[in-house]
Structure formats: C-alpha cells, structure tokens
C-alpha cells in the first residue's frame, strides 16, 4: 500500500513497522471526530477560498458517505493505512480524486488527532456527568429514606458515635458533587480548539481557526500552535478525575461488601445485583461492588500511564503520544460501565435498619455522649471523660451497657450522675442532639 506520506521514501514499510506503528486498531473509534473535523475543514479551506468550492463540497459530500459506509460497517480498515485520519483521507481520495487530495491542505495528523481527542473527549465528558449525576440521584434517594435509621458510625472500623444511614450516603454524595465539579474542569481542558497548529508552526494558508472552532462549537482556540498540538493535560485531567471517582465508588464498594456480608447484616443487594458460587450453594457474592472496587486499580494505572508517557517528551508533538489512547479509552469504558452498573445496585439494594440498630446498640457508641452528659453537669471534660472510661470497663466486667448499669454503678464513679443521663444517652439522642453545622441530626441531615 502505497503511503500519503512516502514522497521521499524509497523503500517500502517493512510489515512489521507497519503492524508496530498502527494506532487504526484502536483509533477506529474516532472515526465520527475525525469525520466531522475534516468536514469542519474543509468547509474552511473553500469559504476562505484556499480550495475551489466544488472540491470543497466533493471532499463534504465524500466524507459523509464514508462516514456512512462506516456506520453501516461496510469500510475496511487498512493496517498499511497506520492511522484513522489516513485511512479515512485514502478510502476518501479513492473515491473522489483530486478533490480529495486537498482535505489535508494546512493540516497535519498532529492537530488532527488533538483534534478529534478533544472533541471525542467533549462527547464522553457529557455523557460520564450524566451518569455521574444518575449516581448522585440514586444516593439522594437512599439518603431520603433513611434520614431516621441509626446506625454505627465508624473510625478504625470500630463502632464510634451514633449516625444515621442518610448521614452516611450524604459524605458519599459529597465527595461525588466534588468529582462532578472536577469533571466541569476537564470539560474546559478539552473545549480548547487545536485544529490549525499544524504539525508544530501553523501555516502560511490564510486559514481561520475561529471558524472551525465556531462550526464544531469549541470555546477557545489554543494560542500557541506548539502547546496545542501537544498539549495532554486535559486527558490528565480526565484520569485523575477519573481516578478519584474509583476511589470513591471503591470506598463505597467496600462497605457494601462489609454490610452485605452475614457479620454486618446491614444490607442486602438484589438478586439481579449480586451472584452466586459454582460450588457453594448458600453464597450470594456483592460481585459488581468487588469488581469496582477491583477496576479502580486500572483506572489509577492509566492514570500514571499517560503521566509516564508525556513527562519526557520534549515540544512538540512526538509518537509517544498515540499511546495516550489505549489509556483513556480503557479509563472512559471503565468508568462509564461502573457508573452504570454501580447505580442500578444501589437503586435495588435492601436496607435493613434493624441491624444497624443492634449493631448501634452495642459497642458503647454513647459514651462521648455520657462524658459530654458529665461536662454539662460541670464536670472538667478530661475527668468526665476518664469516669465514662470506668464506667465502660464496669460494663465490659458485668456483661452490660451504659443504657443498662444500674445507677449506684455510675454513683461509685462520679456522684455528678442522676438518672438524667440514661435519656442522654438514648440513641435517637445522640444522634439528634448532634446538630451542630455538619453533624448527622436528622433535622440538618
Ligand atoms: N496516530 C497518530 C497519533 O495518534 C496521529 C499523529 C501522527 N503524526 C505523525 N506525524 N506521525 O498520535
């Protein structure tokens, strides 16, 4: 196959450079960008009349039927053709002649794929916030339900103080509306226009870069050709948004593992959201949370991956970064199929409140509130706090809990007590007393 660019070759690509250099394996899937852009193009390169008009509408009327024949799945993709912007730039010369041979006048496959990533990424952008702010709805709707189920707040995994269930999905809501403002800023990143850098210094064609980026609705236009045609960060931008959302939805993974599991009892996931066991007949497996939990590890790999590829790479564009593509593109699908299986779990799983009560019960999550009971009372906050630890021990040795030692018990560790503590203590008080900015009092929440 002969190459568009082998002018000044003699030799023909050796098969295995040709297999080596190829990107059309996995760049196929901006055929649409790419498309678009070069009709973007040309439409350009004919109103600013740097090519006849009638090419300029040939080259137009070309590129949809190829993009046509694509969709249809009727275009082969030629390995020898290394790219989708040569691939697409032969079959279109093929077919309509000298016309076609004008598209890349003023252009370079550098400002090319800049930019057909941005414009591909502007599309996957939208639609992760839409699937984003689906996750965010399904955690608003738990939340509502539970505004009055108590449970155990945790530190170091053990039983702390006294939340409610809401309270609980509402930090997972946070972190989320935090991603989603992240997300707002890779958006930015990539609404940057690069088309007209060239392969590093522009052109001498009196092209407008302006028009271009009017016609495929960018905000900006990059202002130096060198940093547009190399310019990754917004791709960056996108993992470590990316990389932090995996976290989140792994943190949450994790505790649905913890609460589904017969030890916690919290909650239950739907049968159509969990799976079984080939061996063990009795398992129902949290498989979609483990495996969320699993896939942010790669989402945070194609995260160093393209900070590995761009860091030693000296202005401007360089081959280097065709790898940035496998990368993202597994980082998009990835994030994209978590999201949308993620929610769909939460939406069925079963919240079972009477567990989270029992497990609130036990483990002494009031006795801040019995200190705190005790420093109201005019007791130092230390000495409070050290008489709630006796009290504790007295429970553990008697095999009971604050709700129930008996008040000559509290009497023999500090004489400040009366049985007004005992409703102090109360769960629903603990948690609904906590209503200071933030705290998880259903009346905040
Ligand atoms: N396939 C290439 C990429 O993804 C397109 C640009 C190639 N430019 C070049 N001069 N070889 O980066």
Redo the contacts with the bound molecule.
């Keep these: 196959m002969a190459k568009l660019w082998g002018g000044r070759f003699s030799k023909n690509t050796n098969e295995l450079v040709d297999a080596f250099n190829a ?1 059309i394996d996995f ?1 196929k899937r901006l055929y649409h960008e790419d498309i678009r852009g070069s009709i973007a193009h040309a439409g350009m390169l004919a109103k600013c009349g740097i090519i006849p008009a009638e090419d300029g509408e040939k080259i137009i009327a070309g590129l949809k039927d190829i993009l046509a024949d694509i969709e249809a799945g009727n275009f082969h993709f030629d390995v020898a053709l ?2 989708i ?1 040569m691939n697409v730039e032969a079959r279109l010369t093929e077919r309509i002649g000298s016309a076609g041979a004008r598209l890349h006048t003023a252009r ?3 400002d090319q ?1 800049a930019l057909d990533m941005h414009m591909y990424m502007k599309r996957e952008v939208a639609e992760i916030a839409e699937l984003l702010l689906k996750f965010e709805e399904a955690l608003l709707t738990v939340a509502k339900k539970h505004e009055k189920t108590l449970m155990p707040g945790y530190t170091h995994l053990q039983r702390a103080q006294p939340i409610t269930f809401a309270h609980h999905m509402l930090a997972y809501f946070n972190m989320l509306q935090r991603d989603f403002r992240r997300l707002l800023g890779v958006w930015e990143g990539a609404d940057m226009m690069p088309l007209g850098a060239g ?1 590093i210094a522009g052109t001498t064609f009196p092209i407008d870069r302006f028009m271009v980026a009017e016609e495929l609705n960018f905000g900006t236009v990059y202002p130096n050709s060198m940093d547009a045609v190399s310019d990754r960060d917004y791709i960056i931008e996108f993992l470590s948004f990316a990389s932090t959302l995996m976290m989140h939805m792994s943190r949450l993974s994790e505790e649905i593992c913890l609460w589904s599991s017969t030890e916690f009892g919290f909650v239950e996931l739907d049968d159509a959201f969990a799976t079984g066991s080939s061996m063990m007949p009795q398992k129902k497996n949290p498989d979609i949370a483990e495996l969320v939990r699993g896939k942010s590890g790669r989402v945070f790999g194609d995260n160093m991956t393209l900070l590995t590829i761009m860091k030693g790479t000296a202005l401007a ?1 360089n ?1 280097d ?2 790898e940035d ?1 496998e990368a993202i593109f597994d980082a998009l699908d990835t994030v994209k199929m978590c999201l949308t299986a993620f929610t769909p779990m939460l939406d069925t799983m079963r919240v079972i409140p009477e567990n989270m009560r029992k497990a609130a019960a036990g483990g002494f999550i009031n006795a801040t509130d019995c200190a705190d009971w005790l420093t109201k009372n005019g007791v130092p906050f230390r000495d409070a706090y050290k008489a709630t630890g006796e009290l504790v021990a007295r429970c553990i040795e008697l095999g009971t809990d604050l709700e129930n030692l008996p008040m000559d018990e509290y009497k023999k560790v500090c004489d400040v007590f009366n049985d007004d503590v005992y409703s102090a203590i109360s769960l629903e008080r603990c948690t609904n007393e906590r209503t200071v900015f933030g705290g998880p009092a259903s009346a905040n929440v």
């Design positions: 990107s760049d290394e790219d912007h370079s496959r550098n794929v392969a564009y081959k970064m065709q593509k």
